[in-house]
C-alpha cells in the first residue's frame, strides 16, 4: 500500500508561481509512475503531469512551458512547480502514484486558487 500526501496549495496572483509536494510512504519501491491530475467542481478530474522511475515526463498541453515536475528519491518525495499561473489553472490539485497490479493511490488533494 501507498500512502501520499500533498501540500504546497494556496493563493496566488495571476502569473504567479507555487509549489507543489507530494510526500510518499509506504510501498514506495513499488511505484513505477507518480503524478498530478487536477479537479474544478462539476467537471472530471483532468490529466496534469507525470513522472516515471526511470526519469521521463509527460505534461498536458495546458501546461506544457509553465509546469514542471521532479522528484527528490532521498526523501520520496515529487514536486510540482507551477510557473506563470493562470485563473484557469484554479483547482484541486491531487497527487498520484501507480503500483503494478494494484489500484492507483490517491492523495487528499490540494486547493490551488489563481485569483487577483
Known amino acids: 500500500q501507498v500512502q501520499l500526501v500533498e501540500s504546497g496549495g494556496g493563493l496566488v496572483q495571476p502569473g504567479g508561481s507555487l509549489r507543489l509536494s507530494c510526500a510518499a510512504s509506504?510501498?514506495?519501491?513499488?511505484?513505477?509512475?507518480m503524478g498530478w491530475h487536477r479537479q474544478v467542481p462539476g467537471k472530471q478530474r483532468e490529466f496534469v503531469a507525470h513522472i516515471t522511475r526511470g526519469g521521463n515526463t509527460n505534461y498536458a498541453d495546458s501546461v506544457k512551458g509553465r509546469f514542471t515536475i521532479f522528484r527528490d528519491n532521498a526523501n520520496n518525495t515529487v514536486y510540482l512547480q507551477m510557473n506563470t499561473l493562470k485563473p484557469e489553472d484554479t483547482a484541486v490539485y491531487f497527487c498520484?502514484?501507480?503500483?503494478?497490479?494494484?489500484?492507483?493511490?490517491w492523495g487528499q488533494g490540494t486547493q490551488v486558487t489563481v485569483s487577483s
Open positions: 498520484y502514484g501507480d503500483v503494478a497490479g494494484r489500484p492507483r493511490s
Open positions: 509506504g510501498s514506495i519501491f513499488s511505484i513505477y509512475v
